[in-house]
């Protein structure tokens, strides 16, 4: 079956250690998104690659970055991980435009990397 | 910028019971609105969608939800919930052109047998 995959699926990490999430998709969509989900909230986008150009929320802090080495695998690296960074990473992908097909504008989620920050 | 506002936090209801869960978003124009739903410990998943036609759309287990263009409203609703239907549910729009999906607070549904 199709779908996007995050790994790991729990990671801890100590304050300030640096730390590399991962989302890796079999649907061949051109469009990769992160979103960040604290407890008892809603998914908040951090960012998303349109094929390789990397478009940044404007209020997305610096010590989120990514990098998209090629369609299928999409990375999230934080820096300098705080207690506040502590949260549900989800990976979701989809079509654009130019793509169409079935789940047109649909966004396909992963499972998510609950991130505990010691 | 588009917004997108749930009014229930918490709903707590008996099984049999019909719902409603509210959802309105800020503008008008084209819009695309989906709600997902989020079980405990699992991700989040597609419940149903609109893009364009027929305003009454159905979707998984028996939800079915109203797009109401006049009154900003996309209200999700069931009409005799189960126990199973314990969750988390967001309503969400589009907003800008890749996709970008903008959620609702999410509304927590606790339904006892």
């Known amino acids: 079956d199709a779908m996007v995959i995050q790994n790991p699926r729990y990671q801890v990490t100590q304050f300030g250690k640096p730390v590399t999430l991962s989302c890796s998709q079999t649907l061949n969509h051109n469009v990769m998104y992160w979103y960040q989900q604290k407890s008892s909230q809603a998914p908040k986008l951090l960012f998303h690659y349109y094929d390789k150009d990397f478009n940044n929320e404007a209020d997305t802090p610096d010590n989120f970055q990514s990098r998209r080495p090629n369609t299928s695998f999409c990375f999230l690296d934080i820096r300098s991980p705080g207690l506040g960074d502590a949260a549900m990473y989800l990976c979701?992908?989809?079509?654009?435009?130019?793509?169409?097909?079935?789940?047109?504008?649909?966004?396909?989620f992963g499972p998510g990397t609950r991130l505990t920050v010691t | 910028a588009q917004s997108v506002s749930q009014h229930n936090h918490h709903v707590i209801l008996s099984e049999a019971a019909s719902l409603e869960l509210g959802c309105n978003y800020s503008?008008?124009?084209?819009?695309?609105l989906f709600w997902y739903v989020q079980y405990p410990g699992q991700h989040l998943q597609l419940l149903l969608k609109y893009f364009s036609g027929d305003p009454l759309v159905k979707g998984i287990k028996g939800f079915e939800a109203e797009f109401i263009k006049s009154k900003f409203s996309f209200n999700l609703r069931k009409p005799s919930v189960q126990w199973s239907d314990t969750a988390e549910y967001f309503c969400a729009v589009i907003s800008g052109g890749y996709n970008k999906l903008i959620f609702g607070a999410g509304t927590r549904l606790a339904v006892h047998p």
């Open positions: 503008y008008g124009g084209t819009v695309n």
């Open positions: 979701a992908t989809s079509a654009s435009p130019g793509q169409g097909g079935s789940g047109f504008y649909e966004q396909y």
